[in-house]
């Protein structure tokens, strides 16, 4: 065959592989935001707003364009998923043309010879590597939902096929047009993800391997470091650094010649740029001007960070951490929100303060660092001043290659290693490592890798014990091994659970042969391996490295190692030349048996689709937009309520209905971890559509940085009105839960104040006495006297106001966050009912009864102990059938569990303890509720194993 | 040589409409914002949310085509 048709052919089929993907994804994606930063990214895509650091302005760019294309607010959400849809589906698309060029290079390296049957072999390549990743678990996941992962994905799939590219036109005089726009789509990525940069060092061989008049050992030690140094240049020198300076020209411009604010800044843009290009121009050797161009490629791509700072400045209601000047945008790019985890050198969990004598006092010794500067907060001046200076403590115990680090999670870590030996005042060099491989590595890294290519045990994240979120192959006697009881008696709850997809290995085991062949296939697959293993681990177990994860990870990380499965997923293609070569040796019949390993090749990603369909379809479900609606409909319409929150998930869904939407944007959204921040009390104090600004009295010099972090208290209540505050419990109290009896006082009960079902009570306990609940949220009143339930209120929000999601239709997909959520609307619901039948309310607590089944149907929203309340209200209301069916349900699933739990090895049932604990009670609360309403023949029937149960229970 | 002066001549006029394209759409981004006086809607308008970033975005792909269009870097003056 003509190399010409070969590659119209291997084009066509890219093609191909890429609509199967775009449609795969497009009848997948969420037809509205989905849970934790979606909501924000859609927001700040949508109407050019400020999200969490670092940003990502690129990705509100194109986001921006595809909102464009929403008919209305309600489906902008949808476009911003496509686009995730779509870019993945391009991901494949440059996935499928990597495993040729690789799979083409060893099957047929001259062009030579390249019969029919190699063609279809090559291809078949592709097609199986492409099908794989597209149906695999982690890649999905981010492809239907409005995150940057997909887009990353995307563009690491893009430049890593770009050097390919070069090396295939090396030779011709226009070739360093790729370099120049890997360079551009480099400095592009800083402005979607960094994760795009850990392809750069694989990239480097590839330069090495076509341009080096010999490889030697030696040449590829030292591209390793050139290409580690490549990636460290740019992320610790270029991207701060270009900032930095230009901190530097704005104190020169606005302090010392005393120019507007951002004159400097435009100065030293035009001279950047300017001096870049003039050289560009003035050098002659081609190298250099290479390397020039690159350089300026880069900052242009980097230059799309002007969008948040021009935004920032525009003070849009979401803006986090108001990088609106050169200083804060610093700060903002650097994260330093998220605070610093020690890499090569630092102290340990369990280190001590070094303290030094000051005075009368022995204080902790503080490193003083570089100082903060901040525009003047007096408005008539314009200033930079030193706020405070960065402060470092010095510890008296340092390791090397500090892995459990985190002074806050010292109980998580002693937990996860059933204790840490220790030498002195930090753990031994074996228990770090130990950590370092049985949590960072093998829990946060190995496991996510098998979900994708052995098989999952279920969607809900897990910390270690048997029962959640574990990998497992499908084969019955390896994972009894593995997880150490009997998977035969699992309960249906786990067994019938959508997560649970078991491709029995074969994903894996295609991808080490595909592994093995490439090594063994000369000189030329030594260095494809070398490529594709870089990439793997740059983008996998570098990142682990770096990362240093603490334990108690409020959600599974899977989706940060995507770039590694990609590479793992090259490997699965080549599985099939392997296959293919080796019968090619061995038969004469070529195409019957090429066929053959074909079909059986693409087996694997069909079967992979059938178990991984069920947990990536997330069309019809509604319940991030509805449930976020549901939180500010709990607040009553008149008086611009403020509702407190906490986290991600009881936040940001509220922002995208206030942001996208504009529902209910009388009301606002106040995060209790942001209030902490000056910028966010900034924010409150802004009015925002028709919600006014915040009643705070404060001025910015009263809570900056810095400034009233925590205040040490010692009285014993204070008064809010007629409301008497106790304090008795609290030695000190945080900026947040200051700003809060501040806005108390002020707002004098004129304005309601709402705090969220979903902040723990650890959070403003002081107010715990003091709440009404109306719906998802509490009114904190003055005449309320312990926890009240305001029923009519209640009553009104989950019959009329609240909406669900979807969730009523079958076959919706339920994923752990969604059914929690469910769940917190069952509570208010039991809590509603039980309310009713005090008040011998039973017609009322019957039609709560029936909206329950209606809305939260049992098929998709199992039932929980709090459906007792259900089914006592039925009992009461002579259903015994409705109330029989859901004591019976709950009695057989508590019984599946216990059951299953007894047959748990005994050294690791430690982490189940808790779920062994929660169905004991579930069990116990049912049989009683039973026995309460003489329900003999259901207790009859579960009255063995019942007692069996309570009996192994005592001993 | 008039052949190789008007093709390199396209690169670099792409870049430069680029460029006018990305400052243009900035400049249009800015404005007046929210203070604590008042909410300004103005920061949500057609110009500032949906010309602009177009603008700015389309310069940004147009930088694309124009590394495309280079030819290399040897052969120029």
């Known amino acids: 065959m003509q190399q010409k048709t070969f590659q119209r052919i291997n084009t066509w089929m890219a093609w191909l592989m890429f609509a199967i993907a775009a449609v795969v994804y497009g009848l997948t994606v969420e037809p509205t935001a989905s849970l934790w930063d979606c909501p924000e990214f859609i927001a700040c895509g949508y109407k050019l707003e400020i999200g969490h650091p670092p940003g990502a302005p690129v990705f509100m760019l194109v986001a921006n364009l595809f909102a464009q294309f929403a008919k209305d607010p309600s489906q902008v959400a949808l476009m911003v998923n496509l686009l995730s849809a779509f870019l993945s589906a391009g991901c494949i698309f440059f996935l499928y043309l990597t495993i040729t060029h690789f799979a083409r290079k060893l099957v047929c390296p001259s062009f030579q010879n390249l019969s029919l049957s190699k063609v279809i072999s090559i291809e078949a390549c592709g097609v199986v590597g492409a099908l794989s990743y597209t149906f695999s678990d982690t890649f999905w996941f981010s492809a239907v939902e409005a995150e940057v992962y997909a887009f990353s994905s995307f563009l690491t799939a893009l430049m890593f096929w770009l050097i390919l590219k070069w090396e295939d036109e090396a030779d011709e005089t226009d070739s360093d047009k790729w370099i120049i726009l890997i360079a551009y789509i480099t400095g592009l990525s800083i402005g979607v993800h960094l994760l795009c940069l850990l392809c750069l060092p694989a990239m480097s061989y590839v330069v090495y391997f076509r341009k080096a008049k010999r490889i030697t050992r030696l040449g590829m030690l030292k591209t390793l470091v050139a290409g580690a140094l490549l990636v460290a240049i740019i992320l610790y020198g270029l991207i701060p650094g270009v900032v930095k300076i230009g901190g530097w020209a704005e104190l020169l411009f606005t302090n010392v010649l005393h120019c507007p604010y951002n004159t400097g800044l435009i100065c030293y843009i035009t001279v950047l740029t300017c001096g870049l290009i003039y050289l560009y121009y003035k050098v002659k050797r081609r190298l250099a001007k290479l390397s020039l161009a690159c350089v300026l490629m880069i900052l242009a791509g980097y230059s799309s960070y002007g969008v948040i700072f021009i935004r920032a400045n525009a003070n849009t209601p979401m803006c986090e951490n108001a990088p609106g000047n050169i200083f804060s945008l610093g700060s903002y790019l650097n994260r330093e929100q998220y605070g610093e985890t020690p890499l090569l050198y630092g102290p340990a969990y369990c280190s001590e303060l070094d303290y030094e004598q000051k005075g009368d006092y022995l204080v902790p010794k503080q490193k003083e660092g570089k100082a903060i500067y901040r525009p003047s907060a007096d408005s008539t001046k314009e200033e930079y001043e030193v706020i405070r200076h960065n402060i470092k403590y010095i510890y008296k115990d340092n390791m090397l290659f500090p892995r459990m680090h985190s002074s806050r999670h010292d109980k998580a870590y002693e937990q996860w290693m059933g204790g840490v030996k220790k030498k002195g005042n930090l753990p031994t060099t074996l228990e770090n490592l130990r950590f370092f491989l049985s949590y960072q590595v093998n829990f946060m890294y190995w496991r996510y890798f098998l979900w994708n290519f052995v098989g999952r045990q279920n969607n809900i994240q897990g910390n270690g014990e048997v029962e959640h979120g574990n990998w497992m192959t499908g084969i019955s006697w390896i994972d009894n091994l593995l997880l150490g009881c009997d998977t035969s008696k699992l309960p249906s709850d786990l067994k019938e659970n959508k997560g649970r997809n078991v491709f029995y290995g074969l994903p894996l085991l295609l991808g080490l042969v595909g592994l093995f062949w490439q090594y063994n296939r000369g000189s030329e697959g030594k260095r494809q391996f070398l490529m594709v293993l870089l990439l793997f681990v740059m983008t996998g177990l570098a990142i682990v490295v770096y990362l240093n994860q603490t334990p108690m990870q409020p959600r599974e990380r899977d989706y940060a190692y995507a770039g590694s499965f990609y590479a793992f997923a090259i490997w699965i293609g080549l599985g099939v030349a392997a296959l293919s070569e080796e019968i090619r040796v061995k038969s004469e019949k070529h195409k019957v048996v090429l066929s053959v390993v074909g079909l059986v090749g693409l087996a694997i990603p069909i079967q992979m689709a059938s178990q991984t369909w069920d947990d990536h379809d997330r069309s019809g479900r509604y319940t991030c937009r509805d449930f976020g609606a549901n939180y500010m409909e709990s607040t009553q319409h008149e008086g611009n309520p403020i509702i407190l929150s906490n986290g991600d998930n009881d936040t940001f869904p509220l922002w995208y209905n206030h942001e996208v939407e504009g529902f209910r944007t009388d009301t606002r959204t106040c995060n209790m971890e942001y209030l902490q921040t000056d910028w966010y009390i900034d924010q409150m104090k802004r009015p925002a559509y028709q919600s006014p600004a915040l009643p705070i009295s404060w001025q910015h010099k009263d809570y900056q940085e810095g400034k009233m972090e925590y205040v040490p208290v010692n009285i014993d209540s204070i008064n809010i009105g007629n409301m008497v505050v106790s304090l008795k419990d609290k030695k000190g109290l945080y900026k947040s839960e200051l700003i809060v009896l501040e806005m108390l006082m002020q707002a004098d009960w004129k304005r309601p104040v709402y705090l969220s079902i979903s902040v723990g009570p650890s959070v403003l306990p002081f107010l715990r006495d003091h709440l009404v609940l109306e719906g998802l949220a509490y009114r904190i009143s003055p005449t309320a006297t312990g926890k009240q339930v305001d029923v009519e209120k209640l009553y009104e929000n989950i019959m009329h106001r609240f909406r669900y999601g979807g969730l009523n239709h079958k076959g919706v997909y339920v994923d752990e966050d969604t059914k929690r959520l469910a769940n917190t609307h069952q509570l208010i619901m039991s809590v509603l009912i039980d309310s009713l039948l005090q008040q011998a309310d039973f017609k009322r607590a019957l039609e709560v009864c029936r909206k329950w089944q209606k809305e939260l149907p049992n098929v998709n929203v199992p039932y929980t102990e709090y459906a007792l309340s259900m089914a006592r209200c039925y009992y009461l209301t002579n259903h015994t059938e409705e109330a029989d069916e859901i004591v019976n349900n709950l009695l057989r699933r508590s019984i599946e569990w216990l059951t299953w739990i007894e047959t748990i090895n005994r050294h690791r049932i430690g982490g189940t303890l808790h779920s062994r604990y929660e169905w004991m009670q579930t069990m116990l609360l049912t049989f009683s509720l039973a026995d309460q309403f003489d329900r003999k023949e259901i207790m009859n029937k579960y009255r063995y194993q019942y007692e069996n149960l309570i009996k192994k229970e005592t001993d | ?77």
């Not at chain 2, 396209?10 to 800015?30: D, E, N, P, Q």
């Not at chain 2, 920061?43 to 030819?71: D, E, N, Q, T, W």
């Open chain 2, 1 to 77: 040589m008039k052949i190789l002066l008007k093709k390199k001549l396209t690169s670099r006029k792409i870049m430069m409409i680029a460029c006018i394209l990305i400052l243009a759409g900035y400049v249009l981004m800015s404005g007046p914002g929210s203070t604590e006086k008042a909410f300004n809607p103005d920061i949500f308008s057609v110009r500032r949310i949906v010309i602009a970033p177009l603008l700015c975005l389309s310069g940004y792909i147009l930088i694309i085509v124009g590394i495309l269009k280079y030819k290399s870097i040897s052969d120029n003056t």
